[in-house]
């Protein structure tokens, strides 16, 4: 599946800026499916976090991802779309954001989601506090798709120029829980096996 024109674009111009001034290193690229739909869970320390995240498995892949319904002004809204990005609007039970993202993940894409839910390390006191939320683990059990960890470091450094790194990790083993009918409860444990494989990662950043 091709990314948008504009996808790529930005890809191609900021590719030198992140592995010359930001020295992005990607690691675990291999545990990432080549093929079909899944999705990437990862740590979340800056609203920059898809940049670096996505850009070690273009152009073969492209990241779809949700924004947050504030975003979505004008024109900035027509370059979130381009971008791979579909809102949500955050605190609510935003079911129809859920289901994009489980028939974009089933058509083949690459959804990402940020299990805490907010940026992790801010300098105001936030309504929306990090905390782990069983959405990814959600919709790669009912879309059927393989949930990849992930993790980065760095991006919310980036002022200090100081440099990014994305580790990526084997598919949570989910084939134990599917048999399950109780999803509330398969989501947090397959939530919770999801926090614990990204701590590991973003220990080896």
Known sequence: MRPPLLYSVVAVLSWPILRGLFRLRAQGVENVPPTGGYVLSCNHLSNFDPWPLGMPLWPRRWLRFM????????????????????????????????????????????????????????????KHQARARSGAARIALEAGVPLVPAAVAGTDRLLRLGPLRVAYGAPIELDDLRQSGDMRHTSQEATDRLMARIAELEETL
């Open 67 to 126: 924004a947050k319904a504030e975003l979505y002004w004008w024109p900035a809204r027509y370059l979130l779309d381009a971008a791979g990005a579909f809102p949500v609007h955050r605190g609510l039970a935003d079911r129809e954001a859920v289901e994009t993202a489980i028939g974009l993940a089933r058509d083949g894409n690459v959804v990402v989601m940020f299990p805490e839910g907010t940026r992790r390390k801010k300098g105001l006191v936030k």
